[in-house]
């Protein structure tokens, strides 16, 4: 079993990356493909499936990420292919909140996660996955997400602007940021 894969990013595609090391191409399917720059060599952590008609290999930036990515597939109904895409649409943090605090609506605004996966997800992992602090900034970001969307702006207008927002101002100076950029 493999714990990481370092080596050149060759190939970046819509699901995977391909990592060349040691002369061998490994495909390795990612929440973010495009986090990854091509041509720069990188550290992939991954988690190797084995099947009886497949080898898949799924890697992450950052060994919390494989953590949480290892017990979101030990949940009952939970695979790979779903599990994933949790990390590509949502921060660990944010998963891990979600999971302690038993917001199903957080868990089931991911790909393929309905109300019955949510709850499985939630009654297997609650208090399993150790101290869970969200940064005040990513506190922030999500009371100025609801007040924009309380103001009538559509969700994905809004994500399109927060990485122009800065984390380090105020709410209310975030809200002014924020429909400025919002109204050009």
């Known amino acids: 079993m493999y714990e990481y894969i370092k080596g050149m990013v060759t190939d970046i595609e819509?699901?995977?990356?391909?990592?060349?090391a040691s002369q061998v191409g490994y495909l390795i399917y990612?929440?973010?493909?495009?986090?990854?720059?091509?041509?720069?060599e990188t550290k992939v952590y991954v988690y190797e499936q084995?099947?009886?008609?497949?080898?898949s290999l799924y890697g992450f930036h950052t060994l919390e990420e494989k953590q949480l990515f290892l017990k979101l597939i030990g949940v009952k109904g939970l695979g790979c292919k779903m599990a994933l895409p949790m990390l590509a649409s949502g921060s660990i943090d944010g998963i891990m909140d979600a999971i302690?605090?038993?917001n199903i609506l957080y868990l089931k605004k991911f790909p393929k996660i309905g109300d019955k996966v949510a709850r499985q997800i939630i009654l297997d992992?609650?208090?399993k996955l150790g101290p869970v602090e969200a940064s005040s900034s990513e506190r922030?970001?999500?009371?100025?997400?609801?007040?924009?969307?309380?103001?009538?702006?559509?969700?994905?207008d809004i994500k399109k602007i927060l990485p122009h927002i800065h984390s380090e101002l105020?709410?209310?100076?975030?809200?002014?940021?924020?429909?400025?950029?919002?109204?050009?």
């Open 14 to 20: 819509s699901t995977y990356i391909v990592v060349e």
């Open 30 to 40: 990612v929440a973010n493909p495009y986090s990854f720059n091509l041509n720069q």
């Open 50 to 55: 084995v099947r009886e008609d497949e080898l």
């Open 100 to 102: 302690e605090r038993e």
């Open 125 to 127: 992992l609650k208090g």
């Open 140 to 156: 922030n970001f999500e009371e100025l997400v609801e007040v924009l969307e309380g103001l009538g702006y559509k969700n994905g």
């Open 170 to 184: 105020t709410i209310e100076e975030q809200i002014k940021e924020s429909l400025k950029l919002l109204l050009k």
